[in-house]
């Protein structure tokens, strides 16, 4: 597994929808705690035209090393949703690791309306 850094190919103040569109050209995979990023109207839209799996953190004040664990903890049961789940989708990641499908393309369709 390799993780690319936000910040190793966009400025801090990069709009959403020009990195998650990016994200998508490259087929990579949205790891964040923003949780605006599945409700803001611009990101949904981002999300939905990107195709992206997102895998959203729901502690958001968790240290790096701290949300760096969760995804580890995480990494497995991320793969197989990646694997059987056609994307745009969003999933959360506890602090623990727990993963939990969140929104599924029609469910980010449906915040749009």
Known sequence: MRVELHDDHFDQDTDDATWVA???RQGWII???DKHIRSN???VESLISAGVPCFNLTGG???GEKMAAAFVA???TMRRMVSK???PFVATVSGSGNVRLLLRYTDL???LE
């Open 22 to 24: 990016e994200v998508g």
């Open 31 to 33: 790891l964040t705690k």
């Open 41 to 43: 109207q611009q990101e």
């Open 61 to 63: 004040n968790l240290t």
């Open 74 to 76: 995480a990494l497995d």
């Open 85 to 87: 789940l056609s994307p």
């Open 109 to 111: 369709v449906k915040r």
